[in-house]
């Protein structure tokens, strides 16, 4: 194995221990809590990480949706009426259909909502928080957003692509997403035919997905985008509820095309295999994956080493993400709380760290929202633009905010015996020890005693934007 990924042994001086398997969980989870900090220095080094790729089957989905399909289906019927007494379908002439298809949107932001709080909520308590954290990963990878989509059992059914893949295999995923509906959608390659090809998911696809700028060119865009034409979507009817992929051959152009330096009759499979084949891929893909689970700004080595896996191992994600677990360099001093949490993983953090019990998802949905990340709402195709980024002085105040609700109650009871002491504050909130003049400092600030103003000073402070 690469330097890079030189794995961490343990030794007498250099043990596993509370502090390298806080770090582990932060980054793999949301929010660790100090009993699950000491069962995974319990379970071992190897049992610690082993413990994170134990994913559950596919959950079923969310209620929310009988509403629309209940919506969906009157609409259906009284489009099927109208053209069975062969009346043409104008908005002018039968207003109720106006009123119908304004039902139909909001029940689709209503179920997009609790699909939404829902998922916040398995990020929280669901049984496997690194299945969890990949799902946000590759949501704002391959971003979709409702806004352009307008379709809630979309959204859904992309999440839980993304949940069937999480730490599967790279070629697969990709291949789902360009099958998926709402990406179908989303980048308009449902309109995509043999005369008019559209470039838009030719030209995302390698430049935020696969490859990045500067490996392609703009004939290479207009190729693939030939090579796409057909890959499409079945005839919709309201009422059925579920879009589904559809191949029609009679607009997929199906001429010759030349891509990346190769020339053939293309369709979409090809271009995804000649991309994959491409050095480039593999070397963003790691790139991606380092920077949002070790480093903002990894090392080119780490990067190598990452990439050198995905290659090797026909890009299994599970095998390269264990060695990074299990790698020295994970487990650096310059790496630990260098991540600023973004407004989602704060907000499910903070609702772990508090000990709720029934949260109000919907409202805590909204609040990370107002701190700069919405869930199904990326602001462009490119996702958010995390970081340092994440925090300016309107959204330090949305997250001073959101803790003051949390811990007013209002959004869901608080475990106050969860603070017994201010060093427990720090404990179950950070992980690790303030430093004394820190300490002493939130001390005298909340008159020695551990209150909920004490622990409100520490998820203000700037160590607990940090994971």
Do not use: C
């Not at 030939?226 to 001429?255: K, V, Y």
């Not at 920077?291 to 994600?317: C, K």
């Not at 260098?338 to 609040?367: C, I, N, S």
Request: proline share 7%.
């Amino acid at each position: 194995m690469s330097g890079a990924l030189e794995p961490f042994v343990p030794t007498p001086s250099d043990p596993w221990d509370a502090r390298k398997a806080a770090h582990l969980l932060r980054r793999a989870g949301f929010g660790p809590l100090p009993d699950e900090v000491t069962r995974a220095v319990a379970a071992g080094f190897d049992g610690a990480v082993d413990a994170l790729f134990a994913f559950p089957a596919e959950p079923a989905a969310p209620p929310a949706f009988e509403d629309v399909r209940a919506a969906e289906q009157q609409l259906d019927s009284t489009l099927d009426s109208l053209r069975a007494a062969h009346e043409p379908i104008n908005l002018k002439t039968h207003p109720e259909l106006r009123d119908m298809y304004q039902q139909v949107g909001q029940q689709h932001g209503r179920a997009l909502v609790a699909v939404a709080a829902w998922w916040l909520d398995r990020m929280a308590s669901g049984p496997a928080p690194l299945q969890e954290k990949l799902v946000l990963f590759w949501h704002g990878h391959f971003t979709s957003a409702f806004a352009d989509v307008h379709d809630a059992i979309a959204m859904f059914n992309q999440n839980q692509l993304f949940r069937r893949h999480a730490a599967g295999n790279f070629q697969h995923l990709l291949d789902g997403v360009a099958r998926d509906p709402a990406m179908l959608l989303y980048l308009n390659n449902d309109e995509n035919r043999k005369g008019h090809p559209n470039e838009n998911w030719a030209r995302e696809l390698m430049e935020l997905f696969t490859m990045g700028i500067g490996h392609y060119t703009e004939p290479d865009v207009k190729e693939s985008a030939r090579a796409w034409t057909g890959w499409s979507l079945q005839e919709f009817r309201p009422g059925d509820g579920r879009r589904t992929f559809a191949f029609r051959p009679l607009i997929h152009d199906d001429g010759p095309k030349t891509f990346l330096g190769q020339t053939g009759r293309w369709d979409g499979g090809d271009i995804m295999r000649i991309i994959l084949a491409q050095d480039a891929t593999p070397r963003f893909l790691a790139g991606k994956l380092a920077a949002y689970f070790v480093s903002p700004a990894p090392q080119v080595p780490l990067v190598d080493a990452m990439a050198g896996m995905l290659r090797a191992n026909g890009y299994e994600l599970a095998p390269v993400l264990q060695a990074v677990f299990r790698s020295r360099a994970f487990y650096q001093p310059d790496v630990a709380l260098t991540q600023v949490k973004g407004p989602v993983e704060f907000a499910v953090g903070a609702v772990r760290h508090l000990g709720m019990t029934a949260p109000d998802w919907v409202r805590v949905y909204q609040a990370a929202g107002a701190m700069g990340q919405r869930l199904f709402f990326p602001p462009t195709v490119a996702g958010w633009h995390a970081g340092t980024l994440w925090m300016n002085a309107g959204t330090v105040f949305a997250r001073a905010d959101l803790a003051a609700a949390l811990l007013s109650g209002r959004l869901g009871a608080v475990d106050d015996g969860a603070f017994p002491t201010l060093d427990a504050v720090a404990a179950r909130l950070l992980a690790r020890p303030l430093p004394p003049q820190r300490r002493a400092t939130l001390a005298q600030a909340a008159g020695g005693r551990a209150s909920k103003e004490a622990v409100h000073l520490v998820m203000t402070l700037p160590e607990y934007q940090v994971a």
